[in-house]
């Protein structure tokens, strides 16, 4: 049950984590990633920074997405920029890490702004169709740029290296990219606090009476865009330390989709939906493939299946989430936590 | 009382059309500051229309609005609004992804300063901010409306007359100079409108704010305006005082139509139900 939780200032009214139980919980989270690494094998660490890594894009999409309502099928692209952009710089001017991702963030949503411009006339599927387009653009940069991408064989990376102390292993990385994402999904959080935030909430609910309330569309709709995109680009730039190789293949079409999905599934418009949806996305696929491991004594060609049957399940479950649950597991999080909340009392 | 006072906002010649569809011509009429000016006339008369030019939602043919002396014809929708053009709309636009508070505080944005950087790290200038306009929205606008109660609720859980509540107050957050009330009382029940109705006269009196309301209800615009302005076919076809206004027969002719002249006028004076 939910109790004592009076304010007695706007201001501790307004914070983001607004009752002790909340800040215990949070502390708790935050020790458990931190010793993580201590506990956990190379794949689990892998896997982590993988999610990681997913959570910033996925929260870089939700804000242009979810929050601001315009349907972006780019956000691969734009991780691909963001991943050549730190590719380039690593290899050709070897610029300190921390720069190259702030690099990597700043082309990125300069990008993202300009792909962002026929938002402004036109949205829904009409806009997800000229974000596809400016995708496929982008994937021909990449592919015939030769002087600058290296075409399709692409650009190896050494790995990233700070003051001296290299991030090649997971166990490395993780400490790098980790708290990364902490910092991207907490500054989203306070950008929904703050005018910005429900401006972006106002041009997603009624774009025309926005307008009148005082919110010029232009600049809020490009600086979304800008926003989502640089996350997207960050998070392609840790994915470029993270396997060390960028190719023009790295960041095919089907990705995008696959972090439209996640938004989808983890709860448009929701921050804590962006955390759910990637973790929960990034680990389909190993749930599956441990089935795999599973089934394969009794079914010869199990690995074979692997494939086509996690194109299915990821099918299924976007079709599942719609229908049945449309504000995505964030929203079934919050019905678990209003459940504790009235407990023991009628829910 | 307030007829001798400089306009706040002034209308000339203001025509609009849609294609070969003439929703206004040629109209003009002045706003007094301090009034509370009522719009009236018959379903698609241009009241509406007639909103939407100034809240600059619709770009007319021609013509002027000055706001204050000055012509704001040329400006886009959300400098209208930092100048202090407020209005609520007959359909009730509410953002339904958000709770009451945050519909409220959004009414703020166009005075507010915080940039996108100082949102991401909620710090210095965008805390500040926020913390002032929260309890500024509590003590002044919460609880002048007397919605304290549904703060946290998300605004699609409301019943209609709270909704058209939430929507002042969001227009009250915008600062206003001059409120601009797109049929008010719609589809309120007795009690909704007697409170509306005070609210009405509230913000005039105590915030100083200069009302221009569209309205069907004939009782309230006969209580609570100062200024009626009559338009028909998109023209102004009487302006002035609501006792003289429903006393001129052409008004009583065009809104209601054809019949007994006698009973028309008790009807548009609000003595008789229409």
């Not at chain 2, 009522?38 to 600059?56: D, E, L, Q, Y």
């Not at chain 2, 609004?81 to 007959?90: C, D, I, P, S, V």
Request: with cysteine; proline share 4%.
């Amino acid at each position: 049950m939910r109790i004592a939780t009076a304010k007695e200032s706007y201001a501790a009214d307004e914070a983001l984590f607004d009752t002790p139980t909340q800040r215990v919980w949070l502390a708790l989270f935050v020790a458990v990633c931190a010793l993580f690494p201590f506990t956990a094998n190379e794949y689990w660490l892998y896997m982590a920074c993988l999610v990681a890594i997913h959570v910033i894009s996925v929260t870089g999409l939700n804000i242009v997405t979810g929050f601001t309502g315009l349907v972006s099928l780019g956000q691969a692209a734009f991780m691909g920029v963001g991943a050549y952009t730190v590719a380039v710089a690593e290899t050709r001017f070897g610029t300190p890490v921390l720069l190259n991702l702030i690099a990597a963030g700043a082309i990125t949503a300069a990008v993202g702004a300009v792909v962002g411009i026929p938002s402004l006339r036109v949205k829904g599927l009409y806009l997800a169709i000229a974000t596809i387009a400016s995708s496929f653009i982008l994937h021909f940069v990449f592919a015939n740029w030769n002087s600058v991408t290296h075409g399709v064989s692409g650009i190896s990376l050494p790995p990233a290296s700070i003051l001296g102390v290299e991030f090649g292993r997971p166990f490395a990385l993780y400490f790098l990219i980790v708290p990364i994402a902490f910092l991207a999904v907490f500054s989203a959080s306070n950008l929904f606090r703050t005018r910005i935030g429900r401006a972006f909430i106002a041009i997603r609910d009624r774009d025309i009476s926005a307008e009148v309330l005082g919110i010029p569309l232009l600049r809020y709709k490009l600086m979304s865009f800008a926003l989502s995109s640089f996350y997207a680009g960050v998070a392609g730039g840790l994915w470029a330390y993270f396997f060390r190789v960028v190719t023009p293949e790295s960041f095919p079409f089907v990705y995008s989709i696959f972090f439209l999905a996640a938004v989808i599934v983890g709860g448009m418009g929701s921050i804590l939906g962006s955390i759910l949806g990637a973790v929960f996305m990034t680990m389909v696929p190993e749930v599956l493939k441990l089935g795999v491991g599973v089934m394969s004594p009794f079914l010869s060609d199990a690995v074979a299946l692997l494939s086509p049957v996690r194109t299915i399940v990821f099918g299924g479950l976007i079709i599942g989430f719609l229908i049945f649950e449309p504000h995505g597991l964030a929203e079934i999080w919050r019905r678990i936590r209003r459940f504790f909340h009235l407990w023991p009392f009628k829910t | 009382m307030s007829d001798v006072s400089e306009p706040i906002l002034e209308v000339r010649d203001l025509s609009l059309a849609f294609g070969g569809l003439k929703v206004l011509t040629d109209v003009s009429y002045t706003v007094p500051k301090g009034s509370v000016t009522a719009i009236i006339g018959p379903n698609g008369a241009g009241k509406t229309s007639m909103f939407n030019c100034i809240s600059g939602f619709y770009r007319p043919k021609s013509g002027a609005i000055r706001f204050q002396g000055t012509d704001i014809g040329h400006l886009h929708p959300p400098q209208r609004a930092e100048l202090g053009l407020a209005r609520t709309f007959q359909n009730i636009a509410l953002f339904r992804g958000m709770t009451v508070l945050d519909n409220i505080k959004l009414g703020r944005h166009a005075h507010m300063k915080t940039s996108l950087f100082d949102a991401l790290a909620y710090f210095g200038r965008a805390r500040r901010e926020e913390t002032e306009l929260r309890a500024e929205v509590e003590e002044k606008i919460i609880d002048f409306l007397e919605i304290d109660h549904i703060r946290n609720k998300p605004v699609a859980s409301l019943a209609y007359g709270l909704r058209k509540r939430v929507e002042l107050a969001r227009a009250l957050a915008m600062k206003p100079k001059i409120l601009m009330l797109d049929e008010p009382v719609a589809g309120m029940n007795r009690e909704e409108t007697e409170d509306m109705a005070r609210f009405i006269l509230d913000v005039k009196e105590e915030w100083g704010v200069t009302i221009l309301m569209v309205e069907h209800d004939m009782g309230l615009v006969m209580d609570l305006s100062d200024h009626v302005v009559v338009l028909n076919f998109g023209q102004v076809i009487a302006a002035g005082k609501p006792a003289e206004v429903t006393s001129n027969e052409d008004v009583i002719r065009a809104y209601l139509g054809s019949g007994d002249v006698e009973v028309l006028r008790r009807t548009v004076q609000g003595e008789v139900a229409a």
